[in-house]
T-cell receptor, first 112, second 115 residues
Framework: SQTIHQWPATLVQPVGSPLSLECTVEGTSNPNLYWYRQAAGRGLQLLFY??????ISSEVPQNLSASRPQDRQFILSSKKLLLSDSGFYLC???????????FGPGTRLTVL | QKEVEQDPGPLSVPEGAIVSLNCTYSNSAFQYFMWYRQYSRKGPELLMY????GNKEDGRFTAQVDKSSKYISLFIRDSQPSDSATYLC???????????????FGKGTKLSVKP
């Protein structure tokens, strides 16, 4: 069966510090991968998606970036965090050519 | 008009009640409809998945799609305190050939089932 992992589970970082969140998927090959941010009362915001290694599409302009160095690894990064980057970050995957997405446990990021 | 509208609630019901959760949408091209359940501080989990119009039942849960009205519903029978969570609807157009298949999510309805 497929599983999706995210780490760390929680993170508290000062403004201006770098960020690296990691997501890995097991049990499937060539998945579509997604990064979302969920802020209180604002729903899920799609940040990035990837249909293959090295292929990243950005949905919103921001100081975050994403990379996919391996087929089942998706990384969310920032060089300098802003207060507004606080939120619950979710990674998700889907099978190619279908639309159902499966979510990881999430990382709760607090920027102080 | 937003693509997907969902009443944020909160919705509070007594244990055993029938719960109705709803979403409306504006894009008539949507073909796939999903309901996710999200417990506090957890990732959303897929609850129900339907294609096009009609009903789908799974235990105490029934998903209903009315494409003519652009309206989807999730019914929970004999609601339990363990059903207390935020419920998100999601939908997408049919996307094949390796495209990303992006979902459009509602903002979620927070449900509380009181014992």
């Amino acid at each position: 069966s497929q599983t999706i992992h995210q780490w760390p589970a929680t993170l508290v970082q000062p403004v201006g510090s770098p960020l690296s969140l990691e997501c890995t998927v097991e049990g499937t090959s060539n998945p579509n991968l997604y990064w979302y941010r969920q802020a209180a009362g604002r729903g899920l915001q799609l940040l990035f998606y990837s249909v293959g290694i090295g292929q990243i599409s950005s949905e919103v302009p921001q100081n975050l970036s994403a990379s996919r160095p391996q087929d089942r690894q998706f990384i969310l990064s920032s060089k300098k965090l802003l207060l507004s980057d606080s939120g619950f970050y979710l990674c998700a995957w889907s099978v190619q050519a279908t639309d159902t997405q499966y979510f990881g446990p999430g990382t709760r990021l607090t920027v102080l | 008009q937003k693509e997907v509208e969902q009443d944020p609630g909160p919705l509070s019901v007594p244990e055993g009640a029938i719960v109705s959760l709803n979403c409306t949408y504006s894009n008539s091209a949507f073909q796939y409809f999903m309901w996710y359940r999200q417990y506090s501080r957890k990732g959303p989990e897929l609850l129900m998945y339907t294609y096009s119009s009609g009903n789908k039942e799974d235990g105490r849960f029934t998903a209903q799609v009315d494409k003519s009205s652009k309206y989807i519903s999730l019914f929970i029978r004999d609601s339990q305190p363990s059903d207390s969570a935020t419920y998100l609807c999601a939908m997408s157009v049919a996307n094949y050939g390796g495209s990303q298949g992006n979902l459009i999510f509602g903002k979620g309805t927070k449900l509380s089932v009181k014992p």
